[in-house]
């Protein structure tokens, strides 16, 4: 069986949620080493947007959206230098991804210009 998901965020959006709240909206969505690759990188909230959209994505995909107790914690995109993004599941998210038979996931992120854009797919 598999899956697809995709989302296209506003960057703008994202930017002016981490300027109104900060840490609590930084917290409340994203894992400490996402924040910290953010962080790092000159332009934060591109990448913040685009980590967005991957975990709106991987949850459509999943097809449960923010329910059945997933948090959007519990979908993380890590990365390593110098090679592609790719998604870890944690709690929730992570035990209905493996009770519905699911092994793999795949994800592709981009922005321009004004959007960040995120395509999952789970097989």
């Known amino acids: 069986m598999r899956s697809i998901g995709t989302d296209i965020v506003r960057i703008e959006r994202v930017a002016a949620l981490l300027d109104r709240y900060g840490d609590r909206f930084r917290q409340r969505v994203f894992t400490p ?3 910290a690759y953010c962080q790092g990188k000159k332009q934060p909230a591109i990448h913040f947007a685009a980590r967005f959209g991957a975990k709106e994505a991987m949850l459509k995909a999943l097809g449960t959206g923010l329910s059945q107790g997933i948090t959007w914690k519990d979908v993380e995109v890590c990365r390593q230098r110098g ?3 790719y998604l ?3 709690g929730r998210a992570a035990e209905i991804f493996q009770s519905r ?5 795949l994800v592709s992120l981009s922005h321009e210009q004004e959007f960040a854009l995120a395509f999952v797919v789970i097989s």
């Open 33 to 35: 080493g996402e924040i």
């Open 83 to 85: 090679a592609a993004p």
């Open 88 to 90: 870890r599941l944690h």
């Open 101 to 105: 038979g699911f092994r793999q996931t």
